[in-house]
Every structure is written in structure tokens, then in C-alpha cells.
């Protein structure tokens, strides 16, 4: 294993700096970019490699591509020989955290015939620890506003796909139109309840949707399965997908809790509202255009983010961290509080709750509760997982039973794959991912969490809260903080599962007492009732 501890440049020259020395091994420079197998040998100085981008050993220069730096003892000499050794080599290559915090900032910029074009250096980590050095030629787009995607991609296969996603979104947009038609027979408001993330509504849009009378409008929904891939009939999705283009269409209000890809493709008309609620109460990690520049960024103009009429957030000092996550203007932002929230500490609604989950599992009212919940890895839906095998079941069983707890998974819902308990170990750790966050809060006694926002709601309770960021570099990096020193600098951290457990068995203070001070919820805050004002009376 080597490690990166540092990066500089002397003119064309790349220097990449490891913490111990490269004789004896074999350097190489891999890339497999948009098909075209890529394959280089270098030579190293002692701890240093020095890369010449114009004037490799092929001598040419670094072409476009997204390298792997590989270092083995073993001689690779072709693109073949490299894939047989391909999973012994992941990983091979570290940065070191300082640096890993300032990696950005090494890339370079070489501007080249007047500045029309550039050629583009810069490094990443990706989720699996694999250090990639980026390559690529660009030029200059001279009618940026219009931002025309068809100019700048260069290859034909690409220019291809692009007119097939035009004609695809005039399709899909010329069918919005035609169904809008429809919206004049209604004489109540269309108020659409849009999810993309679940099965069925939840948290804000749940709470939301139950507190609107029958009376007021006529209340749509719209959830994950109307066109979720799990179905494999592709004419089904087909009928689902338009079906909820139509029910857009015929909407006058339109109320999200997420990204909702849809929406950045369909041109809404100015008569349709849309809500955003935002899932999370606090804004840990950045999002949307807080990400911009990393994988997963939006485009600088057309995103579904800049289309909100309005966005509810829980406390005035969050405007800040959504207009970074949103891009919109500070008047489209509503400090109304989280509808999830309203009447929480509620002591009628803590016995109801309580009781339904008594009902689930006795051991609830029984025993003492560990709730994990973590948040997902990966970039989205589609990809997100969690690594549980850094649990030790065999450790968390004997500790739970010697101290009469129960230890209560509640998974990501982007995380579909289910959890695998030891079957010995299932009386005492128990998979809850089915349940709701917020009613499994009210029977918790201790939390463990690492970047989900319902440490927030947690906080509420003044109960300890434990933060287990075993990858704490990589993931600040893959995701940079808005929020998180700012509002929970008494955290209690812990980086390795033998950590945490030391955490728990000699019962160190972790209360959170003071935590999130500065964004306490005030308990019946009607939130619902001032977003209902929002739509129902204009």
C-alpha cells in the first residue's frame, strides 16, 4: 500500500510525492475512458514520480482519460496482462487525508491558442479508495447562455445520443401540453404529492398530505412504482411514466421532498406551482448546486432545483445552505418549519406512536434501544449501499445481551439490498428498515448515525447520539460539509467499530444536550398550516 502525501507542479511536470520509496516497483498509468483501453509505463526517482503531460513515454501527450495509478511489483506489459491483477490492485494507491482536503485545489488549467481551448488536469478519489488522475481537452463555448450540449461534445456517438434526448424531451413535452387540456375540467385545485425515492409517501409530504381536507382541493399522488424500474414490463413503465407526466400536466400545485429528474426536462408553465419541502431537517452534506464541479453536479442551467416557486425550510438560519443547495432567489425560501415536526413532542401523538411499536416487537417497552441509522454510500438511488460487514454482529449480540438492549437497524430507502443477520443473533439485532425513522426515534435511547440529518430530530430528545464515521476523509471529500461544524461542534465522533464499542460498553458521556441549539424546532410550529396558505388561498 502507498500513500500520497503530496502534489505539486513544476511547469509540464506532475510530481506525486509517496510516503515511502517506488524502487522496485512497477508504475503504470491506466485508463479505460469511453472504451478506448489505455496503457503506460513509467519510471520513478526514489519516493517521487514525475509525469511529463506533453511528452509521455509514448512521447505524446498525457491523452484524455481518467488514469488509475497502479504501482506493483509485478511486470505488466499490456492492457490484458493489467485486467488479470485488476481486484488485487484496488486500493493500492491512498491519499493522505490532509492532503485529500485540499486535492482540488492541485489541478491545472493549460489555455493554448488564445484561450479558445484548454487542456484540463486535475485528481479524485472515488468511493472505493481508487485515486484517479482526470485528462481532457476543452474549448471555449461561445454562446454560454444557450449552452449548447450539441457543440460540445465531440464525438459522433455522442452528438447521436444527444439528438435522441432532444427528441426524446420534445416528445415528453409536446404530450405535457396536449394533457394540460385536461386541467380546465376541475374545479377545485390539483395538488400533486410527487416522490421518485419511495413506494409511498413519507415524512414532510405524509404529514402534509393527511393535514389537507377533502374540502380544500383534490389531492394526487404519485409514487416510486408508477414507473420503477423493478417493474421489467416495459410497457407498463411506459403507461406508468406518461401517466405521471399527465398528472403533472393537470396539476396546479406540484409538492416535492427530493430531486425529481423529471421535472428538469418538462418545461412547466408558469401557472403550476412547485413546493419543495427537502427531506432533511439540517443540510449536512452538500447537495445539488453545493455539489457543483463534483460527480453528481447539475447542470449550470437546466436543473429541476431551479424551477421551485417555493422551498420550506425548517429555520431561518438554513436559508443560507439552500440558496447554495437550490440556486433560486432568497424570496422563493420559507422558514415554516418542517411539517414532519409538527406536534413531534407531542405527548398524546409519543403514546400513540410508542404504542404501535409495543404492539411490533415487546421488547421495545422492554429493553433499552440502539437505533443505527446511517446514510447511504454511493452517488444516488441507484447505487447507494452500506457496508454492514463493518459491524461486528458477534460483538454488538454479546453487549446487547449483557445489558439488556436491543439493537435496531433502520437503513437508507435508497438502500435496497437487505441486510444479512446471523441467524443466531436475530432475537436481539433486528432489520426495522420497513419502519418509519421518526417513530423508531421515540423508543431509542441511544443513536447511532454518521451524516443522516435524523440526528436532528434525535437531538430533540436530549438522549446520546453517536456519530461513526469510520471513512470520514473520504466521504467529507466525496461530499463536503455546509453545516455540520457549525451546528454540531460537541459531537461525539468515533472512526472504527472498536471505538464505538468502547463508547458503549464503558458508558462515556455522549448526551447531546446542547446540540443543534441554534435550530431547536418549536414544538407546534403549524408549519402545515402556513404552507397550506401558501397554495390554497392565491
Not at 195 to 216: A, F, P, Q
Not at 420 to 441: A, G, M
Request: hydrophobic share 35%; charged share 25%; glycine share 4%.
Amino acid at each position: 500500500m502507498f500513500q500520497i502525501t503530496d502534489i505539486y507542479w513544476q511547469r509540464v511536470n506532475l510530481h506525486i510525492v509517496f510516503d515511502k520509496s517506488l524502487k522496485g516497483y512497477n508504475i503504470y498509468l491506466v485508463s479505460d475512458i469511453i472504451g478506448v483501453k489505455k496503457f503506460l509505463k513509467l519510471k520513478s526517482n526514489n519516493n517521487e514520480l514525475v509525469i511529463n503531460i506533453t511528452n509521455t513515454p509514448e512521447g505524446q501527450m498525457l491523452t484524455k482519460g481518467k488514469w488509475k495509478l497502479v504501482i506493483d511489483k509485478e511486470e505488466i506489459n499490456t492492457f490484458k496482462e493489467y485486467l488479470k491483477i485488476f481486484d488485487k490492485l484496488k486500493n493500492n494507491v491512498l491519499v493522505k487525508d490532509d492532503l485529500l482536503s485540499i486535492l482540488d485545489d492541485k489541478s491545472r488549467i493549460f489555455k493554448y491558442r488564445g484561450g479558445a481551448y484548454a487542456y484540463i488536469v486535475n485528481f479524485s478519489m472515488d468511493i472505493e479508495n481508487n485515486f484517479y488522475i482526470y485528462t481532457n481537452f476543452m474549448v471555449e463555448n461561445r454562446k454560454w447562455k444557450r449552452f449548447s450540449t450539441f457543440r460540445e461534445s465531440g464525438r459522433f456517438v455522442g452528438k447521436l445520443k444527444i439528438l435522441f434526448k432532444k427528441l426524446y424531451v420534445f416528445l415528453i413535452n409536446f404530450y405535457y401540453y396536449i394533457s394540460k387540456i385536461f386541467s380546465i375540467f376541475h374545479n377545485k385545485k390539483n395538488v400533486l404529492f410527487l416522490t421518485t425515492n419511495s413506494d409511498k409517501l413519507t415524512g414532510n409530504l405524509k404529514i402534509l398530505y393527511d393535514s389537507i381536507k377533502k374540502s380544500e382541493c383534490n389531492k394526487l399522488v404519485h409514487s416510486k412504482d408508477n414507473y420503477s424500474s423493478k417493474n421489467k414490463n416495459i410497457f407498463i413503465r411506459i403507461v406508468n411514466y406518461l401517466r405521471s407526466i399527465f398528472l403533472i400536466s393537470i396539476s396546479d400545485v406540484i409538492i416535492i421532498d427530493n430531486y425529481v429528474s423529471l421535472l428538469t426536462h418538462l418545461y412547466i408553465t408558469k401557472n403550476t406551482k412547485i413546493i419543495q419541502l427537502w427531506h432533511a431537517g439540517v443540510g449536512f452534506k452538500a447537495v445539488g448546486y453545493a455539489r457543483f464541479g463534483i460527480e453528481g453536479s447539475p447542470h449550470p442551467y437546466v436543473s429541476g432545483h431551479r424551477k421551485y416557486n417555493y422551498v420550506i425550510v425548517d429555520n431561518e438560519n438554513l436559508i443560507d445552505v439552500y440558496k447554495e443547495v437550490f440556486a433560486i432567489k432568497e424570496s422563493a425560501f420559507k422558514a415554516y418549519g418542517m411539517p414532519r415536526l409538527d406536534g413531534y413532542l407531542n405527548k398524546e401523538t409519543i403514546n400513540k406512536v410508542t404504542h404501535k411499536l409495543y404492539k411490533i416487537n415487546k421488547n421495545f417497552e422492554n429493553k433499552k434501544v440502539i437505533l443505527f441509522s446511517p446514510t447511504y454510500r454511493g452517488s444516488g438511488s441507484e447505487t447507494a449501499f452500506y457496508d454492514c460487514s463493518l459491524l461486528n454482529q458477534q460483538k454488538i449480540y454479546e453487549f446487547c445481551k449483557k445489558n439488556n438492549f436491543i439493537f435496531i437497524i433502520k437503513m437508507h430507502p435508497f438502500i435496497k439490498d437487505k441486510i444479512n443477520i446471523n441467524e443466531e443473533y436475530k432475537d436481539i439485532i433486528i432489520d426495522y428498515s420497513n419502519l418509519e425513522i421518526n417513530d423508531l426515534i421515540y423508543v431509542s435511547d441511544i443513536m447511532i448515525t454518521d451524516y443522516s440529518s435524523c440526528a436532528y430530530e434525535f437531538s430533540l430528545f436530549n438522549r446520546p447520539l453517536i456519530f461513526y464515521r469510520f471513512d470520514k476523509s473520504l466521504y467529507e471529500y466525496l461530499r463536503p460539509m455546509h453545516t455540520i461544524e457549525s451546528f454540531t461542534k460537541k459531537q461525539y465522533e468515533v472512526k472504527t467499530f472498536d471505538e464505538l464499542m468502547d463508547v458503549l460498553e464503558k458508558n462515556k458521556d455522549v448526551n447531546i444536550k446542547e446540540r443543534f441549539n441554534n435550530l431547536k424546532k418549536v414544538e407546534n410550529n403549524n408549519s402545515c398550516g402556513k404552507i397550506k396558505k401558501l397554495f390554497l388561498e392565491k
